[in-house]
């Protein structure tokens, strides 16, 4: 169900009233409304696709599953060049990985084939059980998978949305502002969960210790369980069934302006969500886009 909205406070507290009737609702922020809610795993469609075309594998489904196994295993052996530890660590993910000889009984024995050109299938399993600690943690550093970030924040949903849509409206012409759009989506998790097996998602919550970024976002994740065959499998909002479990909240793409306004007014901005210089760097980058739209269109 799509709710239409003039201005950010009133979708602010429309979302609000409805967190309070439905309290297990979790959030996304996307900065253009028309975005599908679709994972890093199939998004950067140039990126996969030129991998499936070097990689005569049999079909999408098992090229996507391939995709996302070699980066986290090429994630795992970067962290072991810089001496960075891993989650859910040991000889029995190593064997998953096939980052030790798997023909030995000898743990974290070393294997000597050279994979690295012709590349690496996944199991047929995939993903398994102890390999989500390991897609959590690549995830917030920038790897594609199947993982989709979602909040159990309001006011982080809408600091993503506003932000993403500052940045759209900054390169905008004036007059193609009134057609573009930012939104929030809304999931209820809980009917998810308990119908996980019509969906084929799932929303997961990771421990904070993953990432210093979950704690101050509330961050989790919807995923895919198992492995689709086409790209649309991995959309959660091209499920048939997916006007049931989610809510859009669509807003004109200047008033992100405001937006950010309200984030920031109760804390919400690039220091506090990512901890650290590079939140510091985000906060000073906002600051400036947001004099700068307000200047633009004198609000």
Known sequence: MDNKFTNAIDLFNAISRDQRDFPHF???????SKYDLEPGITRNLDYVAQFHRYNNWLSPGFNYRNFEYEILRNFIKGCDKTGIPIPSDGDGLRRVFKLVDNSD???????????????INA???????????????????????????????????????SVDGMKRLIKLKDEDVEGEEISIWGLNAKFLNDNRSLYGFALIKPPTS????????????????GSGDN???YILNKHPESNRCLRQYPLNIKESISMY?????????????FPGLDGAAKEANESLLLRSLKKRFNV
């Not at 009984?105 to 590349?119: A, H, K, Q, W, Y």
């Open 261 to 273: 306004s309200i984030c920031k007014k109760n804390g919400y901005t690039g220091a506090m969500l």
């Open 26 to 32: 979790v959030f996304r922020g996307q900065g253009c």
């Open 210 to 225: 993953l990432s210093v970024n979950i704690s101050p976002q509330e961050g989790c994740f919807t995923t895919r369980l």
């Open 123 to 161: 199991p047929l399993e995939w993903p398994d059980f102890n390999s989500y600690s390991i897609m959590i943690m690549a995830q917030h550093h920038g790897v594609p998978t199947r993982l989709l970030d979602w909040t159990g924040s309001i006011l982080t949903a809408m600091y993503f949305a």
């Open 231 to 233: 790209r649309v499998d």
């Open 105 to 119: 009984s000898v743990p974290f024995c070393v294997g000597f084939n050279d994979d690295d050109l012709e590349g």
